[in-house]
């Protein structure tokens, strides 16, 4: 664990609500300026990193996933990018390659389409699926989820 996820980890539970939500949208502005202006390879690891900072620090953000377990993978069609998200204890630990066994796989072609098809309003699996630029295996009430958690992150830092 970093010394920073250490620190905010600790005060988080001493700090007002308003002040972890304040931390999480400047220590999310990487994020932000993805969401604002262009999106790179790295739209992907910022987002995840940024949930990791909103669920060490809001209670509120937290609270979506208490009791939830989960293990989605990430990653382009020519593996250029790949990540998982492991749920489980109210927490979300993030690695920088997928693993094997997992609840949920998004192949996406590139950033934007995963932007897309994360953050989208009416997100629309069929309609990623069939344009080709996402293939998802496994269960996808889990992608809802997490669509819905990364759409909160957007609100929370302001972009939505």
């Known amino acids: 664990m970093s010394i920073k996820r250490a620190a905010l980890s600790i005060a988080s539970p001493v700090l007002p609500e308003r002040i972890n939500d304040y ?7 990487p994020l932000r300026v993805q969401l604002c202006e262009k999106l790179t390879d790295d739209f992907l ?5 940024a949930m990791d900072l909103a669920f060490i620090l809001s209670h ?7 009791g939830f377990r989960a293990t989605y993978v990430f990653r382009t069609a020519n593996e250029s990018v790949a990540a998982t998200a492991l749920f489980g204890d109210g927490k979300m630990k993030v690695e920088k390659h997928g693993v094997i066994p997992y609840d949920v796989q998004v192949t ?15 997100q629309d699996v069929l309609d990623s699926i069939l344009a080709n630029t996402v293939d998802v295996e496994g269960n ?9 958690l990364a759409r909160d992150l957007t609100r929370r830092i302001g972009v939505a």
């Open 108 to 122: 996406f072609t590139d950033a934007h389409a995963l932007w897309s098809f994360l953050l989208s309003e009416n």
């Open 45 to 49: 690891e910022l987002l995840l990193k």
């Open 60 to 66: 509120s953000y937290r609270d979506n996933v208490r």
């Open 23 to 29: 931390l999480v949208q400047r220590l999310a502005k």
């Open 140 to 148: 996808l009430n889990y992608l809802y989820r997490f669509g819905f």
